[in-house]
């Protein structure tokens, strides 16, 4: 269910986008539409049902066959996602199929 509402959202355009993101992304070369393709079409694996002051999960895309982590966090009520950092995940901490943690 909140997989479904994030990309809903995502798909209407409902986002906000953190200052966090926001920085990231610029320093990351990360583009919005990377992003919002990663929300809609991605793989949630992990969800952070007790975030305050709203569920989140951990979301894996790839984009030009790269792979990318993008943390989002949706207001159920508001139908709103809002888009916490973004970042493509390493070996260092991540298993070879980027879901795992090490």
């Known amino acids: 269910m909140f997989e479904k509402q994030i990309q809903s959202a995502a798909r209407a355009g409902n ?5 966090h993101v926001l920085q990231r992304m610029l320093e990351r070369s990360i583009y919005r539409s990377d ?3 990663v929300l809609v079409s ?13 569920p989140s999960g951990l979301f894996l895309g790839h984009v030009n066959k790269k792979p990318l982590h993008v943390v ?6 508001a139908e ?5 950092t973004a970042y493509q995940p390493d070996l260092k901490h991540f ?8």
């Open 80 to 84: 709103q996602c809002y888009v916490i």
């Open 72 to 77: 989002a966090a949706i207001n159920k009520q």
């Open 35 to 37: 992003i919002i393709s």
């Open 15 to 19: 986002i906000t986008w953190q200052k």
């Open 42 to 54: 991605g793989e949630l694996i992990e969800y952070y049902e007790d975030d305050k002051p709203f």
């Open 95 to 102: 298993k070879p199929d980027f879901k795992t943690r090490k």
